[in-house]
Nanobody, 122 residues
Framework: QVQLVESGGGLVQAGGSLRLSCTAS????????MAWFRQAPGKEREFVAA????????YYGDSVKGRFTISRDNARNTVYLQMNSLKPEDTALYYC???????????????WGQGTQVTVYH
């Protein structure tokens, strides 16, 4: 079965950096658009970033543009999210997602991971 496993979350001071990873299994990774979403307590799930199958196209939510970078390694079935200049408002559960077709920024994805917690403190 398809599995998406996130890692790399943690506790970090404001202004710091974290790198999230998501490793996929049970699917042909290079055929999937990959994305990161996040959800803070009491808020809706928010689009963070997406990357096309061949990594030629990337998309970012307005709140993370210029601070976060999404990348992928199709040989390792892994997508990454480099997060710099972190702010307390970036605190959330971060999810990895995969889909074959559709608008990369839309929330309708085929598969989701369990999430990894990112907490940013002053």
């Amino acid at each position: 079965q398809v599995q998406l496993v996130e890692s790399g979350g943690g506790l970090v001071q404001a202004g710091g950096s974290l790198r999230l990873s998501c490793t996929a299994s049970g699917l042909t990774f290079s055929s999937y658009v990959m994305a990161w979403f996040r959800q803070a307590p009491g808020k809706e799930r928010e689009f963070v970033a997406a990357i096309s199958r061949n990594a030629l196209n990337v998309y970012y939510g307005d709140s993370v543009k210029g601070r976060f970078t999404i990348s992928r390694d199709n040989a390792r079935n892994t997508v990454y999210l480099q997060m710099n200049s972190l702010k307390p408002e970036d605190t959330a559960l971060y999810y990895c997602a995969a889909k074959v077709f559709g608008i990369p920024t839309a929330r309708a994805y085929d598969y989701w991971g369990q999430g990894t917690q990112v907490t940013v403190y002053h």
